[in-house]
Structure formats: structure tokens, C-alpha cells
């Protein structure tokens, strides 16, 4: 999907909501543990029930290479049963030497059909540049993420005088281009986003963090939003395990929707859209 497709999903959707799929067998309720594929029957009801109100679905790939090849199989299953003009980030969090990434990129670009990946930034731009040779294709890279730990290295400051994280974001945006790279800020930075945001105008943000870690959409949209949204707001926990029971897909729904209406709200107050 290019950058036109999903400003006009968000203009049409009135939505800035990334739905994760961060299914755990631990998690899910008791009843689908009977069937063949339990996780691909959860993913399924939550994308019935959260499809009207999601611009874009992120499968967490550690939820599924966890169980080994039926998680694999379930993930499969999941990014093919998205609706096709709906936005699919695999957060992978992938980054190696070129070879290398160049592996990793044919895997979630070419063996499965993902349009997007989160990779990180660490290893420099051979271990980037892999992912973005693929045309209509996404590299989401991380630059402030919303872990407490993101305080260890992101903010450090370097010789130069600018924060680590003010490094990433410089350098790398040379690398690709609005059309082709987003960055994954966390929501739970909100005194930051106004500061990455200054950076970076015009690229697209991938804010997890609302919901179960705290993170406020407000604040996101108040400091992060531009004229073209420029956000993906993921909630995961918040909306998948909204519900314990069998209504658990129309509990999600009510969570989403929720989301929803507050996104209309903030796009009317500070984009374009
Ligand atoms: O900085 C980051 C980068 C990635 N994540 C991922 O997003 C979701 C958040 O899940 P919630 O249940 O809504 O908290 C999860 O897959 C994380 O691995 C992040 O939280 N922060």
C-alpha cells in the first residue's frame, strides 16, 4: 500500500488505529482452545469485529514463531484473511548484516505478503537498506520506543550535543524517504513526539503504547499529528483482550470504536483529513 492509499483509508475511516495482534494461547478464551487453529480463529472474530474502525493490523511475530511452524501457519492464515486495503505492519523488529536483512525482508515482503516491518536501526544502513529496495514496501524503524528501557541508550547524549534517538532520525531519514519509511515512537514519550516530529515533518509514526501501557492519544495527536495525520496509533492488550468470554470479538469492537470516535475528534482538531 503507498502513502496516497492509506492517507485516503484514514480520510475515509476517520481512523488512525492500528489494531495488534499480539494473540497468546495463555490469553485467549477457553472455548476456541477445541478448535484446529485456535489463534487464526481468534485473529479472525477480532478482524470481523475491528475492520470498520482499523487502518492497519499488527501481528507481533514473536506470538507466533513462538508455537513454531502452526504459529507460523496461523500468521499466514491472519495476514491473508486482512481485508486487502488495510494496512499490515509485522513487527519483527528485524536488522542484521546485508546478506542478511536481505533475508529477512524476502521472508516477510516476498514468502509472506506483509507491507510493512519493523526493523531496528542499530546495525547502520547496509542493514536497512535491504528492506527498502523492495517497491510499495515499508521499513518502520525504531527511534524512541515506549519501554522504560528505551532511557538506557535512546536518550543518551552523544558528542555532537543531540540525543541518540536525534541521530537515528537525522541520519536514517537520508536512507529512505516519507514514502517508504515510518519511525516507531512510543506514546508513553509524549514530552518527546513534539521534539521527533520537528525532525521528521512529514513521515509517519508507529505509536504503541496507548491502552494497557498508559500512553495518551491526546498527547500523541496533540504533538505528533500533521496535516496528513502522519500517525498509526497501535493498541493491542487494550483491544484483543477487552472481552474474556464468548462475546469477546464484540468487546473489542466496543474498544475500537471507542478509539475511533476519539480519532475522528483529534483529526478534525489538528489535521487536514
Ligand atoms: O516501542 C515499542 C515498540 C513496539 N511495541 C509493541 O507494540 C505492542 C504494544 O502492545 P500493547 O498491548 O498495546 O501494550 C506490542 O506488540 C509491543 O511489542 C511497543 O509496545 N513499544
Known amino acids: 500500500m503507498n502513502r496516497q492509499e492509506l492517507i485516503q483509508q484514514i480520510k475515509a475511516k476517520q481512523s488512525f488505529l492500528c489494531v495488534g495482534l499480539d494473540t497468546d494461547l495463555q490469553k485467549i478464551p477457553s472455548h476456541l482452545h477445541g478448535a484446529k487453529d485456535p489463534i487464526f480463529e481468534f485473529n ?21 514463531e513462538a508455537l513454531g511452524p502452526r504459529g507460523w501457519e496461523s500468521l499466514a492464515k491472519t495476514l491473508e484473511y486482512i481485508p486487502k486495503d488495510i494496512f499490515t505492519i509485522a513487527d519483527a523488529k528485524r536488522g542484521d548484516i546485508g546478506n542478511t536483512s536481505g533475508l529477512y525482508a524476502k521472508a516477510f515482503f516476498e514468502t509472506m505478503d506483509f507491507d510493512s516491518i519493523t526493523v531496528a536501526p542499530y546495525m547502520g544502513v547496509d542493514s536497512v537498506g535491504p528492506f527498502l529496495e523492495y517497491a510499495g514496501k515499508w521499513v518502520i524503524l525504531l527511534a524512541l520506543t515506549s519501554n522504560e528501557g528505551s532511557h538506557d541508550f535512546q536518550v543518551t547524549t552523544l558528542q555532537n550535543g543531540k540525543p541518540l534517538y536525534q541521530e537515528v532520525l537525522e541520519k536514517s531519514s537520508q536512507w529512505g524517504s516519507p514514502d517508504n519509511m515510518m519511525y516507531v515512537v512510543g506514546a508513553t514519550r509524549g514530552e518527546k513526539i513534539g521534539a521527533v516530529r520537528k525532525i521528521v515533518p512529514d513521515h509517519f509514526f508507529l505509536v504503541p503504547g496507548v491502552g494497557a501501557q498508559g500512553g495518551s492519544l491526546q498527547e500523541v495527536a496533540k504533538y505528533g499529528m500533521n496535516k496528513n495525520c502522519g500517525l498509526l496509533v497501535n493498541s493491542s492488550r487494550g483491544i484483543i483482550y477487552a472481552g474474556k468470554d464468548k462475546d469477546f470479538g464484540k468487546a473489542a469492537r466496543q474498544e475500537a470504536k471507542i478509539l475511533q470516535a476519539e480519532m475522528a475528534d483529534l483529526l478534525a482538531l489538528y489535521s487536514e483529513l
Do not use: R
Open 44 to 64: 479472525k472474530e477480532i478482524i470481523d469485529q475491528t475492520a470498520d474502525f482499523a487502518v492497519a493490523y499488527k501481528p507481533n511475530i514473536a506470538f507466533y
